[in-house]
């Protein structure tokens, strides 16, 4: 990254509000990265804290204190606590990390900013992961990326957002692969279509409590 890009400017979360992070680290998408000065002395202030791990080197910060580590020991990058001083894996090292972004980037998941100050939902800089499964074990290594991952990632989402109920034990694959093959069409108000029909006659689907303009808008964003 610093190869790249020396930080972020000002106090921005811009790439990191699209990184992934576990349900009880999910503040550490709202931090900055630090500039390599910055970071220096971010660790000497540590230092002089006198507890803070040798083996951790602070490369991103948030207003309330908290950092984004990596060990020095390991590549392990985390978020560490500034209240508990204890830290929270993101990911086994930092290309597995990186390569969770890219892989999301490629399955339309990260929606970019809109930059247009006249827009009502006006952003200035900060890229934004949509909603997801999460993400695999650090040490499962950079995550597989499936043909099928924008299916999976909606029944999850619709779920989420209590769009749908799905029936008690139900087996999930086979309306997995029916949305696969509507959500690849190739005709965009086609598969707006489709989904809708098939949600409506699955036999998993127990009630759908979205209209069909929420859930169009939902395959929007995916595809």
Do not use: C
Not at 90 to 114: G, R, S, Y
Not at 151 to 173: G, I, N, P, S, Y
Not at 198 to 208: P, R
């Amino acid at each position: 990254m610093y190869q790249a890009h020396d930080g972020t400017h000002d106090e921005e979360s811009a790439i990191l509000a699209a990184m992934r992070a576990p349900k009880n680290a999910q503040w550490a998408r709202y931090m900055w990265w630090l500039s390599v000065d910055a970071a220096e002395k971010q660790l000497v202030l540590m230092r002089d804290l006198g507890k803070f791990p040798e083996e951790l080197l602070p490369f991103a910060l948030d207003a309330g204190g908290n950092l984004l580590v990596v060990d020095t020991t390991n590549g392990r990058v985390a978020a560490w606590d500034h209240e508990t001083w204890e830290t929270t894996t993101l990911a086994a090292d930092m290309d597995v990390w990186i390569a969770a972004l890219a892989d999301d980037m490629e399955q339309k998941l990260v929606a970019a900013p809109n930059e247009d100050p006249d827009e009502e939902d006006f952003d200035d800089g900060r890229l934004m992961l949509m909603d997801a499964p999460p993400p695999p074990p650090p040490e499962a290594g950079a995550p597989v990326v499936t043909e099928d991952r924008a299916a999976r990632v909606l029944v999850e989402v619709l779920q989420e957002r209590k769009f749908v109920e799905m029936t008690k034990r139900a087996d999930l694959e086979p309306l997995i692969k029916e949305l696969h093959e509507a959500l690849v069409h190739p005709i965009k108000g086609e598969r707006k279509a489709r989904v809708i029909e098939i949600l409506e006659d699955s036999d998993v689907v127990d009630e759908i409590f979205a209209n069909d303009d929420k859930i169009g808008g939902l395959v929007e964003a995916l595809m």
